[in-house]
């Protein structure tokens, strides 16, 4: 087996030298390597970005606008949440942090993470419209 190659995957390299195609023993199909797959181009992420910003500054002021500490401390959880994740994310694509499961909010395919994200974003919008007494 030649260096660099394992379990009957080759890499072949690209003119300046790089490897950027993988290419299996068994089929000649070549496969674009999967570090170098995009979602977008950079304004795509840097809109994304923004938008998850503008997601964490509305929870934190629901958060802050709420009359009692169990909204103030539901926001925060949320807010943690959605900033965990963002954070480690965006660590895996500079590259910083290990790759791991852990889907974007809203983006990636979760299951589970986009069902508890979007229970705690409706359970907050409750909190955030329901900030005075009840009548009865």
Not at 39 to 49: N, P, Q, R, S
Not at 84 to 94: D, H, I, K, R
Request: proline fraction near 7%.
């Amino acid at each position: 087996m030649p260096p660099g190659s394992a379990a009957g995957i080759q890499r072949s390299s690209s003119r300046s030298g790089a490897p950027n195609r993988w290419r299996t023993a068994a089929s000649p199909l070549v496969v674009a390597d999967p570090r170098q797959v995009q979602a977008g181009d950079d304004d795509t992420g840097l809109l994304l970005f923004l938008l998850f910003l503008l997601l964490l500054w509305r929870v934190l002021t629901a958060g802050w606008r709420s009359r009692d500490p169990f909204g103030t401390l539901f926001a925060a959880g949320v807010a943690s949440m959605v900033l965990f994740q963002l954070v480690v994310n965006v660590g895996m694509v500079l590259g910083v942090m290990p790759i791991t499961g852990i889907p974007l909010p809203f983006v990636t395919h979760g299951g589970a993470s986009l069902v508890s994200l979007a229970a705690g974003l409706g359970i907050l919008q409750s909190i955030n419209i329901r900030q005075t007494r009840a009548a009865w």
